[in-house]
């Protein structure tokens, strides 16, 4: 199905539950196909009697799922959510700066602010990926000269690196500010400590206008045993896998009632 130019849900009767006739007729598709989307979950709706309803706002939430942008900061747009806590794992450092770039990008969109956690020892180092970010679309020089986005050092315990977010969090709150923040998990990483982080790090997300995306190079996931892989995946809300061949984004939902 493609709903490319298709017009906005402006233009279906204005009623909060909408009717089969209604939306198949503005997807200009047939009765039995809604009824499928319905019965296998893709369109999630409510049975009224022996009939099938569906709310607007749900409907407006399944085409923008399904709309494919042809860019990585489009795609990510209709990933991310906020708040939202997402796992990256990305082939090389040339595809996790595509990665930050464009999860920058989509937070720039949404006015949020923009915060990096980074190794500073070298300052070469921050340099260049503010180098690989500028040649990825994201404006850094713009964006840090205007207070939106900041780049902190990577020290201290995991207890340190969340007071320090949960203060930002309050404060960007007061501006009507989302913040969206991006870890990156490597060079010899003390899991449990990352895990420990991950947690709080949940707790905070809770409630706010957070987002976090924590990404780790593939090399280093792979030495990883399967088990801890699961670990990790399932403390986060989504994942996101950037490679030379391609993309993929999913989602972790709960276990579907019996």
């Not at 972790?252 to 009632?257: N, T």
């Amino acid at each position: 199905m493609d709903l490319k130019g298709m017009p906005g849900v402006g233009n279906l009767p204005q009623k909060e539950l909408l009717d089969v006739d209604d939306v198949a007729s503005f997807l200009g598709v047939g009765h039995v196909t809604i009824w499928r989307w319905c019965r296998e979950g893709a369109l999630p709706c409510i049975k009224v009697g022996r009939a099938w309803r569906l709310r607007r706002e749900v409907l407006e939430e399944f085409l923008r799922s399904s709309e494919r942008s042809q860019t990585l900061t489009g795609r990510l747009r209709n990933f991310l959510e906020v708040p939202d806590n997402v796992l990256a794992i990305a082939q090389d450092w040339e595809t996790m700066c595509r990665l930050d770039a464009a999860f920058f990008r989509v937070a720039e969109a949404n006015g949020g602010t923009l915060v990096k956690y980074v190794n500073l020892e070298e300052e070469e180092y921050l340099d260049e990926l503010r180098q690989k970010l500028e040649e990825a679309g994201l404006e850094v020089s713009r964006l840090e000269g205007e207070g939106r986005m900041r780049f902190i050092a990577e020290t201290g315990p995991p207890g340190e690196r969340v007071k320090t977010l949960r203060r930002i969090i309050s404060e960007e709150a007061q501006e009507g500010r989302s913040v969206w923040v991006n870890f990156n998990w490597e060079n010899e990483l003390d899991l449990e400590a990352a895990l420990e982080q991950q947690e709080e790090i949940t707790r905070l997300i809770k409630g706010s206008r957070f987002v976090v995306k924590t990404t780790v190079p593939e090399e280093e996931l792979d030495e990883w045993p399967g088990s801890l892989q699961r670990r990790v995946q399932v403390h986060h809300a989504g994942t996101m896998w950037l490679s030379q061949a391609g993309l993929s984004l999913s989602r972790v939902s709960p276990p579907p009632a019996l």
